[in-house]
T-cell receptor
Framework: QKEVEQNSGPLSVPEGAIASLNCTYS??????FFWYRQYSGKSPELIMF????GDKEDGRFTAQLNKASQYVSLLIRDSQPSDSATYLC???????????FGTGTLLAVQP | DGGITQSPKYLFRKEGQNVTLSCEQN?????MYWYRQDPGQGLRLIYY???????QKGDIAEGYSVSREKKESFPLTVTSAQKNPTAFYLC??????????????FGPGTRLTVT
């Protein structure tokens, strides 16, 4: 079983719509969860982190965490073409004390 | 400006040669990491260091070596023993060591091509 599951996409949404990106993880001991954005040919950029169950909002981004369901999601409101990128989720592997990364979901925002 | 620098951005080497990738940070972060990213794949951890003069193997350490003589610097050597060295190499740092849950910040990366 993979430690982090993400749909590779591409996820295509029209400009102005809400993009919903999802991630499931296997380690129930995980405490910290992260979303990174990676443009093609560039390095990952941290956009959100969340430690507690519930929602965390930052501008157009909302991270949602449900530890019971081992599920974390990222909502992007009013999607823009500049949001087109691969989004990586990651969690702190409690047993190994390292960040475990998913393979990413490619988001394409259509003008 | 605080940040993480990696050099060079692109690196070309012949098979059989060792090559060292530079990673420097001025964020005063304790922990530093090296990852490798191949097309269509996720990030794979090569080595990490939580403190000066100490480092641990990651998931794919074979064929690589590191040193951590200074807090700011964590160079990675790709040796001739690494069977498939062509990849995008990413260095990251974190305010605390693994286990604290602190986020990692990435440098711009070095794209290594070995022919």
């Amino acid at each position: 079983q993979k430690e982090v599951e993400q749909n590779s996409g591409p996820l295509s949404v029209p400009e102005g719509a809400i993009a919903s990106l999802n991630c499931t993880y296997s380690d129930r001991g995980s405490q910290s969860f992260f979303w990174y954005r990676q443009y093609s040919g560039k390095s990952p950029e941290l956009i959100m982190f969340i430690y507690s169950n519930g929602d965390k909002e930052d501008g157009r981004f909302t991270a949602q965490l449900n530890k019971a369901s081992q599920y974390v999601s990222l909502l992007i409101r009013d999607s823009q073409p500049s949001d087109s990128a691969t989004y990586l989720c990651a969690f702190n592997g409690g047993a190994t004390n390292k960040l475990i990364f998913g393979t990413g979901t490619l988001l394409a925002v259509q003008p | 400006d605080g940040g993480i620098t990696q050099s060079p951005k692109y690196l070309f080497r012949k098979e059989g040669q060792n090559v060292t990738l530079s990673c420097e940070q001025n964020l005063n972060h304790d922990a530093m990491y090296w990852y490798r990213q191949d097309p269509g794949q996720g990030l794979r951890l090569i080595y990490y260091s939580q403190i000066v003069n100490d480092f641990q193997k990651g998931d794919i350490a074979e064929g690589y070596s590191v040193s951590r003589e200074k807090k700011e610097s964590f160079p990675l050597t790709v040796t001739s023993a690494q069977k498939n060295p062509t990849a995008f190499y990413l260095c990251a740092s974190s305010p605390r060591g693994p286990g604290s849950g602190y986020e990692q910040y990435f440098g711009p990366g070095t794209r290594l091509t070995v022919t």
